[in-house]
């Protein structure tokens, strides 16, 4: 490792700090720089989609579509450049990720079958991740990332028994209300029932016998009822994670605990506080 | 009972405790092999109902449908064989519903009524039940139970007042709307407030005058406003039940109270701490 | 007071315990024959709506209808024979929806305008609430109503800003949508919005511009996000209360505090704990 | 500044008192006739969009609206006359929402185009937060932002999550759906993604595929798990700043703290307690 230093330039060590860092101005500048582009980029073919902006700025688009692909391109060949095992670079996910925002605009010159190379071009939205992996490190998103993985277990057994409830209940919908009124098989009672239990209502099928719609009734008050249970989880776990964060801002002078999480100073003897990120992200 | 235990042969003994118990590595295995079954049976008589696969692969489902429907079988002649007392399984819920799942299919040979058959024939979902009863053993799972049953009294006040204000409100609309505009009766009428108070919204029936286009925007806000009190209720349970349980993890060695659920070692003294598994399911 | 009644009979004052009183068991069972009878009633008069049961029940829905409002005119007349003051009573809220609970039938037979009876009727609803007064005195809807009371400024701010946003959303979306799109006033645009922002979203007015939908989509958003405002206030408040009333149940025996709603002795010294309900309901 | 209250004359003083106080009695009166009377004002706006009422009283909307305009500009010269510094309240924020709402009326006599005038005029309804400058000053709105300025930073990840999936979907039903079944575009594609993640459901566009349906399941399901993550977050924010502000509540006497908001005496040693407000808006 020490040797392999030795052997690199200063500029790859320089541009690989810039590139994959996070620490120096430069690199943080480059980040916010790729998020804009990845943004930018996403937002163009989001736009190249409406017909009357395509038929009168698709070269436009076209042309931005390409400038992007040249830059992503770039930071590629530049990424492979300066990573110290090239290999490993192109191998892991990001590698991949990388590879695939800029191939589709490639290849769409050779076979130009819009949708699925389209379908592709928007794995450029899981760069967004690369940039992401900042926000790791901020003492918020740790709590809730912590809050909802104590609360996983508890969650997971109400979306089991949810399922269950689901699926009784779209049997008993279709052997009720039967192909003619929209339920044509179990499947699409499943859909109704999930649009239904989650109370978003297209009404693109509705319940039409009396008996259906009591029942459809009675799974609209079950929807509206069992919501309140993963909040009531997650809330717990939430207040939990607080209080125990508060509870590590210890005071070193007087041992004072359960400071504020944006507190600089004890609230006993004022003396500086060490920062909570430290403590939080061992 | 000492006797019946000396009169079994050893391999009924085993059965039994393959089939009714989950201590052992056998037992869980073959109650995970019949969850699978389970849930593959009732996914077959779910994909059995779109016409497009019952055209094209029905042989092949009403092959599924009678594997299954053998293995069930074989269960159920298993179950009776091995249980202790034949009578009392046969008689109880789980002997019932083990043999409600495997009728159906034998009776469609004599009358082949499709739709009333396939409403039993999905009974067979209660048999997951019969697996699920492990979870009950979890300490998670006890404690939303514990959660749920403390704030069964406010939550069955809240459902009270709800069917109250359901009512005022559906007889309200049905004298201001009428029939013509869809609100042919109270009961329909009913089924309109629940679509509206739940937030689901199908738009199949809609107000047409003024006045109660005004009303359903204040049963809107109703709805809208009294989904937080459920979700208050039982988030205060959970946190107290969590707390609680928090209290109960005490270090034999230093006294201290407070661990977290998944705490191994007391994060006072390092000593070992009891499973919380033992303490909250006694 | 005294002297009024040594004049009552024995009988007027024990019918006074049973219709207005809720100690006593007959008291209690009056209550409940009465609750029966006034949602029976309610129940009839919902099913007589329904335009097949009318035609084929029609005369037995009237005998019904009959047969109870001579039971509640009955009941009417005891209530004014045996209360104390018969003026006040008369006069009282409860005492003016008695009476309006069994005229509109009598009126019925003078002038048959259906709809205007029928919603008078179920004025009788409101009876109900005699007999739920045996509610308040559970500790459980105290201290939800103590909870609701508590927060009711913070949630009455809460809605006067909804109501701003709701108001500014309505002129926007009346100015960019038009009357051409349903849009025709702005009442009707308000009507739109609290559809939309309580997430019911029938569907019978939708934004058809492309402005118009993207001001919708953050209708919905903001709709979405504020729903947590009131049950963060109402859970906070909740579990505040739930706290003090555990700390309101003291040991009288070793002085230990915060001992569960339905805990029957101390847990730390076993001795018996006076019940709940006589210290939150002084 | 002394010399300058020497120069003034003791009714602009007072005037200037009841306009821009809040202290006096003449000066909550003043607030709370302008607080009518811009309710009305908008109130008026509103019922004069609906067209039976302004092809029937038209004109006495007109006059109305001309009596308003006319208060509203006598204010304005009043607010102008007797403020310190006439060109500061001009360029205030506050000073040009007064002169925005008046101007559109004169306007209007010039130029009728009446949908534009009246977007303006409808600002008049930021006016309304001049007089809830008050509410500030209320301890419970204090205690809401606070908490909703702790969790914003929560909060706003939760959003920026909420848009990758929300793009995310976008695509994916665009790609599946296609133009054909309503999805034209990406943009409109998200329109469908936030009317179904928020569960407001129009109907307007529903999916036709089956894997289309199964994906838009999936989005609902997501929609309603992800309400619990906002709710979670703020409830525990506003519990702990309930906890905080109850504790600030210290007893001056005998020292006990965590007294409710609501508290006049403490319930300790009986000793009269200050008023929160001032220790919470310091």
Chains 1, 2, 3, 4 share one sequence.
């Not at 010159?109 to 967004?128: G, H, T």
């Not at 929807?223 to 776990?237: C, D, K, N, R, V």
């Not at 600089?264 to 506080?273: A, K, M, P, R, Y």
């Amino acid at each position: 490792m020490n040797e392999k230093n030795i052997e690199e330039s200063p500029l790859k060590q320089r541009l690989r700090s810039i590139i994959f860092g996070t620490d120096t101005p430069e690199g943080k500048a480059f980040d916010i720089a790729l998020l804009v582009s990845i943004v930018a980029s996403i937002l163009l073919i989001c736009l190249d989609t409406i017909d009357s902006l395509h038929n009168n700025y698709g070269e436009l688009f076209l042309i931005g579509e390409w400038m992007f692909t040249i830059i992503f391109t770039l930071e590629y060949v530049l990424r492979l450049y300066c990573s110290q095992n090239r290999f490993h670079y192109a191998r892991s996910f990001f590698g991949v990720v990388d590879l695939l925002s800029i191939i589709p605009t490639y290849l769409a010159l050779i076979f130009p079958a819009a949708n699925f190379a389209l379908a592709i071009r928007v794995l450029r939205l899981f760069r967004v991740f690369r940039v992401l992996k900042l926000l790791r490190f901020l003492a918020d998103g740790n709590l809730l990332l912590k809050a909802m993985l104590q609360s996983s277990r508890k969650v997971f057994m109400f979306f089991f028994s949810v399922s269950l409830i689901i699926l009784v209940l779209s049997v008993v919908m279709y052997v009720i209300e039967g192909p003619n009124n929209g339920f044509s098989s179990i499947p699409k009672s499943m859909y109704w029932t999930i649009v239904t239990i989650t109370t978003v209502g297209y009404g693109d099928i509705t319940p039409q016998t009396p008996l259906g719609q009591a029942i459809a009734a009675l799974t609209m008050l079950i929807g509206y009822s069992i919501i309140a249970i993963p909040t009531g989880i997650l809330t717990a776990e939430i207040s939990h994670e607080m209080v125990k964060v508060r509870d590590l801002r210890k005071c070193s002078n007087c041992g004072k605990k359960g400071h504020d999480n944006d507190a600089q100073f004890c609230n006993h003897c004022g003396s500086d506080l060490e920062t909570l990120d430290s403590l939080t992200n061992p």
